[in-house]
């Protein structure tokens, strides 16, 4: 994920809250309706907003315009984890001006890069809120969940997702005290990459031991990892798409704050394998393209990405689904092609259990306890989140190329297509962030109940 860089100036100055406190600026969460059905032909308007993740966010003094952090880094103006919790806070934002969010009645869209004071503001991850300061909660076993997505612009390497993560639907403020911001502030990521990356992780901030990335110009990476478990409902761009249950280990599937010497963060040392939270990362996964069919998705497919369509996805008990309706026509999801597959179209205890198996793939879901903590994770409230973004770790070549990039051009490639990108070098973020700075998703009429009541078709 990417941030924007917080080269700021005066000009773009609101007023601030904190993870401590703050004169809250008058920030105004983007309005989005979307529906709440209880049953087939019962369904209600929801006037509902939007909040942008505190990550994207200017931190900087409370009493004045320092930056905390700049580019990639925290500043000389704090120099310890209790100080930099004390001294730095949040700052509203300007959605459509800075960040290229826009929302108009039941529709919402993302751009990819957009000038932002004397830099750029890169992607952008958003969560649907219940009300000014709480995340609305979904509750996925037995429930299905209808968007339409419009994604023409969305070329190889990035990714337009909508998921559902584990987050403590206040952004954490009754658990930690250090959090006042919560909610409103977009505060309390997490997901099943334990990601290292949040400037204040549990109410402290992240500043000892972080180290900046490489190559990603406004991440690092810090001691604490915010771990919880994942459902993406959509990992997608025009060529691929995927959906992913993501679980942590049976009893942690919640929020979690997981600490350096925990292994919190499995992309780190793959072979590592002492105790602690050390959720999947990678997932049960059903790819169309790579499971099924290649010429079901895609520019001038069976669904095609030129046009709007919609995505309908059903959790029952021992399976989840999805199918897509384009130009008011259903549009079924073909089952596995592969011998040792059950013929589903979707994921099923059955099918997590021989994904990796057939593909020789280390059994992450299994070691996290597998449909018993997909159970444990849908059948208690999440959030919903919506992102745009580019990958500097992997360049997402998992969702729409050859993954891992060392089967390219081996025997066993095809059981490693994810999707039709091969020209990797072009899925670089500093290729994609030059050549396609428009590039922009829209989410619309999302609808959410009972299995079979948001649509009738
Ligand atoms: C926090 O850091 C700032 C700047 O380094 C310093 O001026 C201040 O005295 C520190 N406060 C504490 C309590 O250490
Ligand atoms: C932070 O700065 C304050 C004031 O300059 C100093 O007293 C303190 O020792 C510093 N703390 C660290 C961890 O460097
Ligand atoms: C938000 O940014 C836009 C474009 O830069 C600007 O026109 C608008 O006045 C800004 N809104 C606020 C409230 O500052
Ligand atoms: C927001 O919603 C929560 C949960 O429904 C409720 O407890 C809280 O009072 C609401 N807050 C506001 C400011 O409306
Ligand atoms: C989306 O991208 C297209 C193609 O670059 C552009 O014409 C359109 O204005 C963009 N829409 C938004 C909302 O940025």
């Not at 751009?111 to 996925?140: A, C, Q």
Request: aromatic share 12%; charged share 20%; net charge negative.
């Amino acid at each position: 994920m990417f941030l924007i860089s917080s080269l700021l100036f005066p000009v773009l100055l609101g007023t601030a809250t904190a993870q401590g406190f703050g004169n809250h600026n008058n920030e105004i969460h983007p309005k989005l309706q979307w529906t709440s059905c209880s049953q087939p032909n019962n369904c209600q308007q929801v006037n509902g907003e939007v909040v942008l993740d505190a990550n994207w966010r200017w931190l900087h003094t409370k009493n004045g315009y320092t930056n905390c952090y700049d580019g990639n880094k925290w500043t000389w103006a704090c120099n310890s984890t209790a100080n930099c919790t004390e001294k730095c806070v949040y700052d509203g934002v300007n959605y459509s001006g800075d960040h290229g969010i826009k929302t108009s009645s039941d529709s919402l869209s993302q751009r990819l890069r957009i000038p932002y004071g004397f830099d750029w503001s890169v992607g952008s991850r958003l969560f649907l809120m219940e009300n000014k300061t709480m995340y609305k909660t979904f509750t996925l076993l037995n429930n299905e969940l209808a968007f339409d997505v419009y994604l023409p612009t969305l070329e190889c390497g990035i990714n337009g997702a909508l998921y559902f993560i584990a987050m403590d639907a206040d952004g954490g403020v009754s658990k930690f005290p250090g959090n006042t911001a919560g909610a409103e502030y977009g505060v309390g990521y997490c997901d099943a990459s334990c990601p290292r990356n949040g400037k204040f992780v549990g109410g402290k901030a992240n500043y000892d031991g972080w180290v900046p990335s490489r190559d990603d110009p406004v991440n690092g990476q810090g001691k604490l990892a915010a771990c919880c478990p994942e459902f993406d409902v959509w990992n997608s761009n025009a060529h691929s798409y995927s959906m992913s249950s993501k679980v942590c280990p049976s009893g942690k599937n919640k929020f979690v704050v997981c600490t350096e010497g925990d292994y919190c963060d499995p992309r780190l040392s793959p072979s590592d394998e002492r105790p602690g939270p050390k959720c999947d990362p990678v997932g049960c996964s059903w790819s169309t393209y790579r499971l099924a069919s290649k010429e079901f998705y895609g520019r001038g497919k069976l669904v095609d990405t030129n046009k709007k369509f919609t995505v309908v996805t059903r959790w029952e008990e021992n399976r989840v689904y999805q199918f897509f309706i384009q130009d008011g026509k259903k549009i079924e999801v073909p089952t596995a092609r592969w011998d040792d597959l059950p013929k589903e179209n979707g994921i099923s205890p059955d099918m997590c259990a021989k994904l990796p198996d057939i593909f020789s793939e280390r059994d992450r879901f299994m070691e996290n306890d597998g449909w018993k903590s997909h159970l444990e994770m849908v059948t208690q409230p999440m959030v919903m989140a919506m992102s745009l973004n580019v990958d500097y770790w992997s360049y997402n070549l998992w969702l729409d190329s050859v993954y891992p990039p060392e089967r390219e051009n081996t025997p066993e490639m095809e059981y490693y297509e994810h999707g039709p990108c091969r020209d990797w070098e072009k899925s670089n973020p500093r290729v994609v962030l030059a050549e396609y700075p428009y590039a922009n998703v829209t989410w619309s009429n999302i609808r959410f109940g009972p299995i079979g009541s948001t649509m009738q078709i």
